[in-house]
């Protein structure tokens, strides 16, 4: 399917939630999209292509379950990971990749020579989460503290993820040249039928209130695109053929 077939196998309406609530995780979101693929068209895709909102090690051990191929951006994981160490203030010279780790010792030495030894361990979903910290004693006396850990007293901490063969794979996967050209496929496949739903019909605020009416309100909108897809590119071309 290229860019102009794009079309629409399912949808779903969610009401916002309320400021203290919590939307649903990424995962729940995408395993229900792929009930409704198979309950819409008989069977799971083979493929998804999704973008770095749901690229989630949840989601990458769902899809690898069902047999389906993920594709997804794993560098928005990796900025949200510099933005905390920017907020926490912490210079670009003591990021994570500047600590040296000794697997002999299973411990890290920082760029000011402090070392960092394990304290905790806790297993998620596809990954083995590993926490490293420092005597706070030595952080509070060295000259570098500032720049390394300036908003704690408890002394530095870093974490090691060891990620299940799953989520590696995937990673793998991204890193290279096929999976990097199937990804750049998402933005216009994906955003054609959102376009066209502005710009054509005018869906960019719902003229109906309450769930039911705007689902309606949407199936209605989705059905469309899919008709004139219909048109466009499996009635016309039987018709010309015909002539």
């Known amino acids: 399917m290229n860019d102009a077939q794009a079309s629409l196998p399912s949808l779903d309406t969610t009401p916002a939630p309320a400021a203290p609530a919590k939307p649903l995780p990424p995962a729940a979101v995408r395993v229900k999209a792929i009930q409704q693929i198979e309950a819409n068209l008989g069977s799971k895709p083979k493929q998804m292509v999704v973008d770095g909102g749901f690229t ?86 060295c000259a570098s503290k500032g720049q390394c850990c300036p908003q704690t007293d408890l002394g530095r901490t870093l974490s090691r993820s060891v990620d299940a063969p799953e989520v590696r794979q995937f990673r793998e996967k991204m890193e290279g040249l096929p999976g990097r050209e199937i990804y750049r496929q998402r933005a216009p496949v994906a955003e054609f039928p959102n376009a066209w739903l502005k710009a054509k019909l005018g869906l960019r605020q719902f003229r109906l209130r309450g769930l039911d009416k705007v689902g309606w309100e949407t199936l209605w909108a989705c059905l469309t695109c899919n008709v004139v897809q219909w048109i466009r590119f499996c009635w016309r071309p039987r018709l010309a053929l015909q002539h």
């Open 56 to 141: 989630c090690r949840e989601n990458i051990l769902q899809t690898t379950q069902q047999g389906i191929d993920l594709y997804g951006s794993w560098g928005q994981q990796e900025q949200k990971g510099l933005g905390a160490l920017r907020q926490k203030g912490i210079a670009p010279e003591f990021y994570p990749a500047a600590f040296q780790y000794d697997a002999a010792q299973d411990r890290y030495r920082c760029p000011a020579g402090k070392l960092l030894g394990l304290t905790t361990q806790q297993a998620g979903a596809g990954v083995v989460q590993y926490q490293y910290r420092a005597e706070a004693a030595e952080c509070q006396a």
